[in-house]
């Protein structure tokens, strides 16, 4: 059985020696951590936790009843104690007066900053009032796949009597507010002995006297749904059973390499997007099925799956049996738009006077039977969390439609969870995106001083990057660093030589199906040698060329293909060096080599201007802290040159300059980003020296 869609019992995470000693709002946290920490509990975000706890009040010393709930934006699985949003309960009961019923509901939102105890800055999410008035100390809210997977189907309310009897309440489909709050009061207070309640096509609420009956009693429905489900499956095909095969995992990536950078271009006009590939067996379940089309085309169910989805994916006419790849390519434009006006003629049926305004109509999800799942977001994370969202909802399609007949939300409903003035407040407040953003970046000479430096440069920009090194253990570490830094889903590394055509074409389809393509190339791998001419043999001459020249080239091609491809433009940023304009003694190869990096530069610029891609030089000098390059001979033998010791050379390199400063690998970068970024949206063909001032590399 899949480990997603499988029958396995959910794990009893709580360990009572490890919450021995905590407070009750400890508790909350340790509860809600290990709830979140199984997607089949509830997925990236989704569902809230809360507790209602007797504190001293600051004000007036007596001992007041307060809600901990998990604020609005939070992830119960990796929230800490900062992620609750705490409010008076007395309070939120006061509000009760004011409602004026459900065509003003969205208002309440507005009072529940006048409930916050302690000037608590977390905001209080839609769902407050909802665990609020639930009449019990602890309250769970979760997206269970296999509860989810009732809860949409036809039957839904006969399924939950027939499974769960008069323990499990049911509520018919009801948008997240306050007055879904006021059902739950009710339902709670005329049910007194239930345990929860399942609501249609959104999810579960439970609740217990303490943390740990709480938790209890959620695990414990998710399993009897999770139990039933199975044994209702068992001999059945699910999706209609399979009418395509998978292919191989590497013809799958290959297959991934190929159409993302085609849909990445089409779907980044607002802004560059980011790709995330899945071919996971739960993802092949599907894609492969007889009924895909048909449960895709009826959008998904959970509100929190389609915010991250959209109402239904895009499906590519990819026929694994046959092949037919270049077809697909060559249709792509006309799905696409034709997708893009489905979009835009559901936005016009749905919209109210106030609804704003239509938002970007480019599908989120791809599927492609026989190769897997693609989703593109404004970044990594965002479409990574996606396709676990659309997996989510393969689940719950794969169980409605196995015991009944599945549906997703009417599309009205979904319109105005999409658009809800509420959410559109939300991505407002949202933090405008930084300069590289949704840029995907490939540095070679990665785990080196400068590639490092650049990487990291590129990162605190919001730019995705692809480490590129021959060193396959400085490169672990560099990435292990920058992750740590920026998250591991922002950085991806490869162990690429740059003078292997293969290794340099499986590199940039690397970053093709991890990222959906390339935006910036960053040519930074080199060597440094110095000998004599008469020393020179032809086996350092052909490695200087090999690396500083042919490797150029190479990476410099497979670049250009990519973004040929998406037609989104692009950077390419060379390494070069003041060797490169200005000789040096006893350096003949490294510095030829490095001047022919220059003039590829100069052509490049010329044959990628028709379409956006601009091509320009950083020339440094002398940046010896963290570069490789002078940690061995090359470091000995220019000291040699110019007569001086290691220690003395970095003072020779900074008295000689006109500004008397040492030039770092942080400097570099600094002139990596200028060039990769908008702010030098109108350079190309240009050589930006930045070796603190050698009169001899001014450029003419």
């Known amino acids: 059985m899949l480990e997603t869609l499988d029958s396995k019992l959910l794990d009893r995470r709580w360990v009572d020696q490890d919450a021995e000693g905590m407070s009750e709002s400890e508790l909350l946290l340790y509860r809600s951590n290990i709830l979140g920490s199984d997607k089949r509990v509830t997925n990236y975000g989704g569902g ?11 004000l007036t010393g007596e001992q007041v009843e307060v809600l901990w709930v998990k604020g609005s934006g939070g992830d119960i699985g990796s929230m800490k104690m900062d992620g609750f949003a705490t409010l008076y309960m007395d309070k939120l009961h006061a509000l009760k007066a004011l409602y004026r019923g459900v065509e003003f509901e969205d208002e309440m939102v507005g009072y529940l900053p006048h409930c916050t105890f302690k000037l608590n800055p977390r905001a209080a999410s839609i769902d407050t009032p909802l665990h609020a008035y639930v009449p019990r100390k602890h309250v769970d809210h979760v997206h269970a796949d296999a509860i989810i997977a009732i809860a949409a189907s036809k039957n839904s309310e006969a399924l939950t009597r027939q499974i769960f009897g008069n323990r499990i309440g049911w509520l018919p489909w009801k948008r997240p507010g306050y007055e879904l709050g006021l059902w739950l009061e009710k339902f ?34 998710i399993n009897v749904a999770t139990k039933w489900l199975s044994g209702q499956s068992r001999g059945i095909a699910p999706f209609g059973g399979p009418i395509h095969d998978s292919l191989s995992p590497e013809r799958r990536r290959a297959m991934a390499a190929r159409l993302m950078p085609a849909i990445r271009g089409f779907v980044s006009g607002n802004q560059h997007m980011v790709g995330h590939f899945n071919d996971s067996d739960a993802v092949l379940e599907f894609v492969n099925s007889r009924d895909m089309a048909q449960l895709a085309a009826l959008g998904t169910s959970c509100p929190d799956h389609f915010l991250r989805t959209k109402i239904r994916p895009l499906v590519v006419p990819f026929d694994p049996a046959v092949g037919n790849i270049e077809d697909v390519l060559a249709g792509l434009p006309k799905q696409v738009e034709t997708y893009r006006k489905d979009y835009a003629a559901y936005y016009e049926r749905c919209k109210h006077d106030d609804s704003p305004a239509l938002r970007d109509p480019n599908a989120v999800v791809y599927l492609v039977p026989g190769v897997g799942m693609i989703t593109f977001a404004k970044d990594k994370s ?104 920026h998250g591991k889903d922002a950085v991806r590394s490869v162990v690429m030589n740059v003078t292997n055509e293969e290794a340099v074409a499986a590199a940039f389809a690397d970053a093709r199906v991890e990222f959906g393509g390339v935006d910036i190339l960053v040519s930074n791998a080199g060597i440094a040698s110095s000998a004599p001419i008469e020393e020179t043999s032809l086996a350092l001459w052909n490695k200087n060329m090999d690396i500083l020249s042919t490797g150029y080239f190479l990476v410099s091609r497979e670049a250009f293909k990519v973004m040929r491809l998406q037609d989104l433009g692009g950077s390419v940023v060379f390494v070069a060096s003041k060797n490169g304009l200005a000789a040096s003694p006893n350096a003949a190869a490294y510095c030829t080599a490095k001047a022919s990096e220059i003039h590829l530069a100069r052509c490049l610029a010329l044959e990628g201007g028709e379409t956006g891609i ?40 900074r008295q000689r300059s006109l500004l008397k400063r040492s030039v770092y690998p ?35």
């Not at 809230?48 to 600051?58: F, G, H, L, Q, V």
């Not at 590289?436 to 490092?452: C, D």
């Open 188 to 221: 709670c207070l005329d049910n007194p002995d239930a345990d929860g309640v399942v609501l249609e096509s959104h999810g579960l609420f439970t609740w217990g006297d303490t943390a740990r009956a709480c938790y209890d009693q959620s695990i414990d429905v």
């Open 48 to 58: 809230n936790t809360s507790a209602k706890i007797i504190e001293t009040d600051p």
């Open 382 to 485: 965002t479409a990574r969390i996606s396709g676990e969202f659309y997996v989510n909802a393969i689940n719950v399609m794969r169980g409605a439609s196995t015991v009944s007949e599945y549906q997703g939300l009417p599309e009205q409903e979904a319109f105005d969870i999409e658009y809800w003035l509420l959410e559109e407040a939300k991505l407002q407040r949202m933090p405008k995106p930084k300069s590289l953003a949704g840029r995907v970046a490939l540095v070679t000479g990665g785990a080196g001083g400068i590639g490092s430096a650049t990487a990291q440069r590129y990162l605190s920009e919001g730019a995705c990057v692809v480490l590129a090194d021959v060193n396959e253990d400085a490169l672990a570490a560099t990435k292990e660093t920058l992750a740590a830094r």
């Open 666 to 700: 942080e400097d570099i970068a600094e002139a990596c980003y200028f060039f990769a970024a908008d702010i030098s949206a109108k350079s190309t063909g240009n050589i930006l020296n930045v070796d603190a001032g050698n009169v001899q590399a001014f450029t003419r």
């Open 614 to 653: 601009r091509v320009n030089v950083v020339n440094p000098d002398a940046v010896l802290r963290g570069s490789r390059i002078w940690e061995g001979d090359w470091l000995e033998q220019r000291a040699g040159t110019y007569g001086t010791d290691k220690e003395g050379l970095e003072e020779m390199y």
